[in-house]
Structure formats: structure tokens, C-alpha cells
């Protein structure tokens, strides 16, 4: 299937599911951080909402920070690597991801297509996976397929800002029960209060690198080749291996000190 560019009525649809409660069942909340899950998902294709509360952070250095990332790679730990692949118009690019998973657990990762969108002091940012002719699956990694993943960042004012987080995301293979318990009780409430942290820590670390490069913001300044979006394809799940990992056992995760960021 061709891929879509997502436009105005896909963004306000994602909108209303961030801002809607309805069908969503509260599994965490606690320190300005709530996370949802939906209802009707089945244990594998689970969707998941998440919202934490900035009093202290704008919205924009909080879009600046999921955008920027070269800083990524300072404050995102389960990340293994990120890279942008090409340009498909001024608010649209494709791009590498591949996370860590809880041992014993394979590392995941993506290939998506990422859309963004300003809205006033508002900021949206979505993205779905898609088939790329020269990045196909690895062999060390489990190709996974982001059916929706997005943040949507509301101002709340000149300094204060509200960040929400919804992902739909097939790992491609049948998953213990305690890894779907873990995503909602730690994973997600840890993923967002990293970002959190790293938006307080953002702006004196942008004065030392490059401070006045945000190609997010200024498309001029952004030089990654320009694709052609019928070179690629919707990433289908049913087109990727499944692996059987239901009966791995959990465990211990090893202390984390990716909180304290470096230069």
C-alpha cells in the first residue's frame, strides 16, 4: 500500500484521542503522570496514552526536544540508535529507531514515516512505520510496526506545558504478561518523566551545540535528500516474522543512572 502524508484531519484526529477519555482505562497514576490503556486492544496490539504534567517547561522546548537528536541520544537509554533516512516535504521525513527491550526479551526497531505540525502554542508529532527499499529488517533486531505513535504538547502557558505520548505499537511476537504490566507500571511512567527531566536540562545544553540549528522549525536548514513518498510502502504486520517470546521470564532490570545527563 502507498504511504499517506498525514494532513489536517489526521492530526486533529490524534488530537481528540489524547484529549478523549472515553474507552480509556486508567493503569498508573501518580507525581503529575497518568497512563492509559484501551479497553478493547488484545494483549499483544495494546494502545497506550500517556500524560504528565510540565509546570516548569514550555511547550516548544519540549517539541524541541523530542525533535533534536543529536540530544536524544543523551537523555533516550533504551535507545540503541537513531538516524534520519530522507525529507519528504518541509513537515515530513523517515527515519531509523531501534530500542533496547527488557531481557530476556530481542531489540526491537522501526522504520517510520514522522510528520509534525505547529498549532498556535500548541505541537503535534506523529509517525507510522513504512517499508524502505535500502533499510530492510536486521537480523539482530525484531522489525516492529508503529501503527500510530505520536506526542501531542499543550501549552498551558508561557512556561508551563502539558505532554501526551500515544503509541499503538505491534511488537511482532507473543509477549509474557508481565512485560504488558511492566510497559504501564514502569516503562511508561519512567519514559516520561525522562523527558521531562532532559526538557529542564534542554535549553543550557542547546546554547553549547548548535544553537541556532532546528531544521524542525526552519526547513531551510534541513539537508537530508529529498525522497519520493512513492518509493515507499506501508509497513504491514503481517508481512514480518513473528517470534514466540511468551514464556521468557522476567528479569531484574539492572539500576538505570541515565537520569543524569551529560554535556
Known amino acids: 500500500m502507498p504511504v499517506q502524508i498525514p494532513d489536517d484531519v489526521d492530526f486533529s484526529s490524534f488530537k481528540e484521542q489524547c484529549l478523549n477519555p472515553e474507552g480509556w482505562i486508567p493503569k498508573y497514576n501518580k507525581n503529575n503522570i497518568t497512563v492509559w490503556c484501551r479497553a478493547e486492544e488484545s494483549a499483544t496490539v495494546q494502545k497506550i496514552k500517556m500524560r504528565i504534567v510540565c509546570k516548569d517547561v514550555s511547550a516548544e522546548t ?14 533516550d537509554s533504551n535507545m540503541i540508535d537513531t538516524y534520519d533516512i530522507g525529507r519528504l516535504t518541509v513537515n515530513a521525513d523517515v527515519g531509523y529507531y531501534s530500542w533496547r527491550c527488557p531481557p530476556p ?6 522504520v517510520t514515516m514522522r510528520s509534525w505540525l505547529p498549532l498556535g502554542n500548541d505541537y503535534l508529532i506523529i509517525n507510522y512505520s513504512v517499508k524502505h527499499p535500502n533499510h530492510p529488517p536486521k537480523k539482530e533486531y525484531v522489525r516492529a510496526v508503529s501503527l500510530l505513535t505520536g506526542y501531542f504538547i499543550q501549552s498551558t502557558g508561557p512556561s508551563s506545558s502539558t505532554l501526551y505520548y500515544l503509541t499503538q505499537v505491534d511488537p511482532k511476537g507473543s509477549l509474557p504478561k508481565w512485560v504488558v504490566n511492566r510497559v504501564s507500571q514502569l516503562v511508561a511512567p519512567k519514559a516520561m518523566r525522562k523527558i521531562y527531566k532532559a ?42 516474522e513473528n517470534i514466540d517470546e511468551s514464556t521468557a521470564n522476567e528479569e531484574k532490570p539492572a539500576k538505570d543512572h541515565s537520569d543524569e545527563e551529560g554535556d
Do not use: G, I
Open 62 to 75: 519540549v517539541y524541541d526536544v523530542l525533535h533534536d537528536t543529536p540530544y536524544r541520544k543523551k537523555w
Open 105 to 110: 526479551l530481542k531489540n526491537r526497531d522501526f
Open 199 to 240: 526538557s529542564l536540562k534542554y535549553p543550557d545544553w542547546k546554547r553549547k551545540h548548535s544553537p541556532q540549528l532546528k531544521p524542525w522549525l526552519y526547513p531551510e536548514q534541513n539537508n537530508l535528500p529529498c525522497m519520493d513518498p512513492s518509493s515507499l510502502s506501508l509497513q504491514r504486520a503481517d508481512s514480518l
